[in-house]
């Protein structure tokens, strides 16, 4: 075949152009340390991914209600605990009010502090976060007990999904703990006036309401335990998801540094080499006789 | 055998060797020149009538030329084009759908977790607030990205209208050639530099659209599409008309009145096609997907949220306004009921649940992972990624393509060449040798001068 100085040159010039084309391309690898950055770097790989990051995004958001829920059901929790607290204290009241050395001046003072226990009482029961009642259920912009001692309240179901599949339910019905099988206030109410009225007939029943009502108040402490577990464990799966995601990632995305450097390296010694062939082979010409 | 004679052949030689070493210097010259065929002429022995010797003449020159190559090389250099003349295209498609940070999918994201984050205290307003907010950065991003599609296109139509001006250009060139060759050939000899230019018209031509060139006994060429559509026949070329997304053909100038013919996009091939795939393909169809996310997502939520009551306990709300399915993207907003109100937004379809009842917020925030009607069953990411993903193989695709394409193009630029290329090495050998030719002639002559002066002197 004949051989022509286009052919040689041109030759020449497109090997050349790929052989930079290539080390371009791999020079962009190494300093981004991504291999795939478009989606025409590798389609699939590149449409995997966006669908890791958009699940990625939906974890760093359970993890912000996480938080919401957490602090929620903490202070329910911590406000249990104390309304626990203040029973036991209205318990030992009782019983020393129901003993016989007490005079009837004596009981119009433990009336009063028990008063001050149901106040208590009853503004633990309107804790809030944020604005929000926690034991009012869904209606939330009310506080859950009313003067009366009554739950005004609502039920639950404000259910928030804190991770995958995993719903957890924010709303808290007070009714079940406050005014459930006995009416805590009312119970406070009526040992309060037994009290302040004298009469001590019979005091046993209330010793055993008040005991209801501890109980009353400890299930509720013991269900919002529960919940606040399950808001704990929601976010301990979610990182190890994040985790794997991640590392799901980044072997699809990211650039194998030591090959592609080593490819790279490779590359230069090969343009180098055709530069220099190319310099020889074009030299020798007729024209040089002429 | 007459002295006389012996002058004459050392005369024809002297020019017949003259002629030839101009011919190789001439093919030398221009071995840069892109294009140029070497011509040959041949050196013939002459003769008078059947047995007189009369030396050498310099025959005719003709160009060398091998239109098998030069036929495949323009079909390779269409196609390359053809696919070449997309990757602009898909590159800025490439670029707005599938930006850096992400695009539309984070923020689409951010607009269903406001809903779940929502649930989390539904009787609030910051968060509903903060979601109005995400909302209006994803119909913000929507409307972007629409009007930067939109606007690939009058770009296109620009490009094709220069394009079919530069093929009507070419065109009208080879007509005018034909009719000169025509005249100039009719009386012997080959018009080689007329035959040159048409050649590489042909091959410029070819770049633009994939052509059949066939030679005709009288030295026309006639030139035709792919689709058998006559640009060239005789000196009439016809013109071409590109509108929007659309190619006409009026037909050759002799009916200059004829209604112009539509021609099928699909089957131009070169840079002219690519820029029509471009159009009609890569940038409708494109929108035509952003809308349908678009739709399919505001629809999607609207649907639900109609259900649900505010914390002002109206319902049947939307949450985004649409005008239709054409133009989502472009037409998408906040709707009255909830801009600039974000008491408006509901989160539960149960008005005895108000105001912290979270049913409905979380179903919209369940949106995420689930499969929509109107996407045919596709979640929301997976018609995004979808357009990405079809964007980005056909990019890589045209890209792989236009690389085999264009070496296919250079090899048969290579055969080509072997036969039209100007060789230097040759040339100059041959220079060499003429020259070789000349001295001898010269010298031919002046022996015949010394013999007639001998005899001279003998009178």
């Known amino acids: 075949m004949r051989i022509t100085e286009q052919h040689l040159f041109g030759h020449q010039t497109r090997r050349l152009g790929k052989m930079r084309a290539e080390q371009l391309k791999l020079q962009e690898q190494v300093s981004s340390g991504k291999r795939v950055s478009r989606p025409s770097d590798d389609p699939d790989a590149y449409a995997r991914i966006a669908r890791i990051d958009f699940k990625t995004q939906g974890i760093d958001s359970y993890t912000q209600r996480v938080e919401a829920v957490k602090t929620r059901m903490t202070v329910a929790e911590d406000a249990l605990f104390q309304m626990s607290n203040i029973l036991v204290r209205a318990r030992e009241l009782t019983v020393q009010g129901l003993n016989g050395s007490q005079n009837e001046g004596d009981r119009k003072l433990i009336a009063q502090e028990l008063q001050g226990i149901r106040e208590h009482f009853v503004q633990l029961g309107a804790s809030e976060v944020d604005d929000q009642y926690v034991f009012s259920g869904v209606k939330s912009n009310v506080a859950a007990i009313a003067e009366d001692g009554s739950y005004q309240g609502g039920p639950e179901g404000a259910l928030v999904e804190v991770g995958e599949g995993i719903k957890v339910d924010v709303a808290i019905n007070g009714g079940a703990i406050f005014d459930g099988e006995v009416n805590v206030i009312g119970v406070l109410d009526d040992i309060i006036a037994r009290f302040e009225g004298g009469d001590l007939e019979s005091g046993d029943d209330m010793l055993v309401s008040l005991q209801k009502a501890e109980d009353q108040v400890s299930r509720g402490h013991t269900r919002i335990g529960a919940r606040l577990n399950r808001v704990i464990l929601a976010e301990d799966l979610g990182e190890e998801i994040k985790l794997s995601l991640a590392e799901e990632r980044q072997s699809l995305a990211d650039a194998d540094l030591a090959d592609t450097i080593s490819r790279m390296l490779g590359l230069e010694q090969s343009l180098q080499a055709a530069v220099q062939v190319s310099q020889s082979s074009l030299q020798p010409s007729l024209l040089q006789i002429l | ?459």
């Open chain 2, 1 to 459: 055998m007459s002295l006389f004679n012996l002058m004459n052949i050392g005369t024809n030689a002297l020019g017949a060797y003259r002629g030839a070493i101009e011919q190789s210097s001439h093919n030398a010259a221009n071995v840069g020149t892109p294009g140029y065929t070497r011509r040959r002429g041949n050196l013939q022995s002459l003769a008078l009538g059947r047995s007189v010797p009369a030396g050498v003449r310099f025959g005719d020159p003709r160009r060398i030329v091998d239109n098998i190559s030069a036929g495949s090389m323009r079909e390779a250099r269409s196609r390359a084009s053809s696919l070449e003349g997309r990757i602009p295209t898909l590159q800025t498609l490439e670029a707005i759908v599938a930006p850096e940070d992400g695009g539309l999918a984070p923020r689409i994201g951010n607009v269903l977790d406001g809903f779940g984050r929502l649930a989390a205290r539904a009787g609030g307003l910051e968060e509903r607030s903060s979601l109005l907010n995400e909302a209006q950065t994803l119909v913000n991003m929507f409307h972007t990205s629409h009007a930067q599609i939109l606007s690939m296109k009058a770009p296109l139509v620009r490009s094709a209208e220069s394009q079919v001006a530069a093929i009507n250009d070419i065109s009208e060139q080879i007509a005018d050639i034909n009719g000169q060759l025509t005249r100039a050939e009719s009386t012997g000899g080959e018009a080689s530099d007329l035959r040159d230019r048409r050649a590489n018209l042909l091959d410029e031509l070819s770049g633009f659209v994939n052509v059949r060139a066939l030679e005709h006994k009288n030295g026309s060429v006639s030139v035709s599409l792919e689709s058998g559509h006559t640009l060239v026949t005789g000196t009439n070329a016809s013109e071409l008309i590109a509108t929007d997304g659309n190619l006409y053909q009026r037909g050759i100038k002799s009916s200059p009145n004829s209604d112009p013919v539509k021609l099928d996009t699909e089957r131009v091939g070169g840079r002219l096609g690519a820029t029509f795939e471009a159009y009609n393909e890569d940038v409708t169809g494109a929108l035509e997907d952003l809308n349908e996310v678009a739709y399919a997502l505001a629809e999607s939520i609207n649907e639900i949220h109609r259900e649900g009551y505010g914390l002002d306990g109206e319902t049947g709300r939307n949450f985004f306004e649409i005008d239709g399915p054409l133009g989502a993207a472009n037409t998408i907003r906040l709707a009255d009921g909830v801009k600039g109100n974000p008491e408006g937004i509901a989160a539960t379809a149960d008005s005895n649940a108000l105001p912290g009842g979270s049913d409905l917020a979380n179903r919209i925030a369940e949106l995420r992972d689930k499969g929509l009607d109107l996407l045919d069953g596709a979640s929301v990411i997976e018609g995004l990624s979808g357009l990405q993903n079809l964007i980005g193989r056909e990019l890589a695709q045209a890209e792989d393509e236009a690389a085999s394409a264009s070496d296919q193009e250079a090899l048969f630029k290579n055969i080509r060449a072997a036969t039209e290329g100007v060789s230097l090495d040759e040339e100059i050998s041959d220079i060499l040798r003429y020259q070789r030719g000349f001295e001898a002639a010269g010298r031919l002559v002046q022996v015949a001068d010394e013999m007639m002066n001998t005899l001279l002197q003998m009178v």
